[in-house]
């Protein structure tokens, strides 16, 4: 059975920096890929970005060049480093685990213009 646990969440000022952390239990992250999703107040989930097991990192359009997603195989740890951040980034931050439909609690983020 997979568990993620995300941390890293918190109040921020616009323009501000948080880094988001997944521990990972149960499975070995390292030969699979792994993904962040978000949820603002009153919308769908939306998929934010993911990375392949080999390391390549996709990002959805609002969030690239801002946001860094990284990965710790021996940690079995996934990262999403979020600089300058904007009020629309507001949310709740999923970890997913793709190949087992697996997610995470979520973490608040929460951005102040």
């Known amino acids: 059975q997979v568990q993620l646990v995300e941390s890293g969440g918190g109040l921020v000022q616009a323009g501000g920096s948080l880094r988001l952390a997944c521990a990972a239990s149960g499975r070995a992250i390292g030969v699979n890929n792994m993904a962040w999703h978000r949820q603002a107040p009153g919308k769908q989930r939306e998929w934010v970005a993911s990375i392949t097991n080999r390391g390549m990192t996709i990002y959805a359009e609002p969030v690239r060049g801002r946001f860094t997603i990284s990965r710790d195989n021996a940690k079995n740890t996934v990262y999403l480093q979020m600089n300058s951040l904007k009020s629309e980034d507001t949310g709740v931050y999923y970890c997913?685990?793709?190949?087992?439909?697996?997610w995470g609690q979520g973490t608040q983020v929460t951005v102040s213009s």
């Open positions: 997913t685990f793709p190949l087992y439909d697996a």
